[in-house]
């Protein structure tokens, strides 16, 4: 089987013979092409220096010449690409021919099926006995039942300037009066101090 080509070597598979005689022949096509583009812009030039023709024909080999060169280089890029391409290949095709062929056969187990009991949804009550559980009574705590405070409401009389501070210094001196010891306490503490401080001094003498 023989497969068109657009006229480079990349896109011609077939036996190593024919693929050197299209190279020759492409080789051959871009030596006659390059050789055409340099006479005629030779041959313009000469004619534009002697008046023959207009100096703007040059531009006719410099348009074709770089043509020329992008189809050049199109058909060596298809042809790096083709390259790589056959290598992979052939790269593959190696590793598959020399990789052994095996094949995995799947082991089937065959499991006993296991009844599961089916469960009751039948609630049994059970009735508490001696050793059984039971809540401690917990008690409540003062605060739940102690009376609710009750707010005193002071009442006082801005008519009458310095009559709460007054009363106020007189309530509290009489609160004090209350908590303080007596002179007789005081006495039996002063003296009781400083015997024990007597009874260590000795001590430490001694």
Excluded: C
């Amino acid at each position: 089987m023989r497969v068109v080509s657009r006229g480079t070597e990349a896109e011609i598979a077939v036996t190593v013979h024919e693929r050197v005689e299209a190279r020759r022949a492409m080789l051959r096509r871009r030596q006659q092409a390059f050789v055409g583009i340099i006479g005629m812009f030779l041959l313009t030039v000469g004619s534009s220096m002697f008046g023959l023709v207009s100096p703007w024909l040059i531009l006719l080999p410099v348009v074709g010449g770089a043509l020329y060169l992008v189809s050049v280089r199109r058909a060596k890029v298809a042809e790096q690409l083709f390259a790589r391409r056959q290598a992979t290949r052939a790269t593959h095709n190696r590793d598959v021919a020399l990789r052994p062929s095996t094949l995995s056969f799947a082991k089937t187990v065959l499991e006993p099926i296991v009844e599961t009991p089916q469960l009751s949804s039948t609630v049994h009550v059970v009735e508490r006995g001696a050793s059984s559980w039971q809540p401690a009574q917990i008690p409540v705590p003062t605060y739940m039942t102690a009376p609710k405070a009750v707010r005193a409401h002071r009442v006082i009389d801005l008519t009458k300037p310095g009559a709460w501070t007054t009363e106020q210094q007189t309530a509290e001196a009489a609160r004090l009066a209350a908590i303080a010891p007596s002179r007789d306490e005081v006495f039996d503490q002063v003296t009781a101090d400083a015997a024990a401080n007597e009874i260590s001094a000795r001590a430490a003498n001694q």
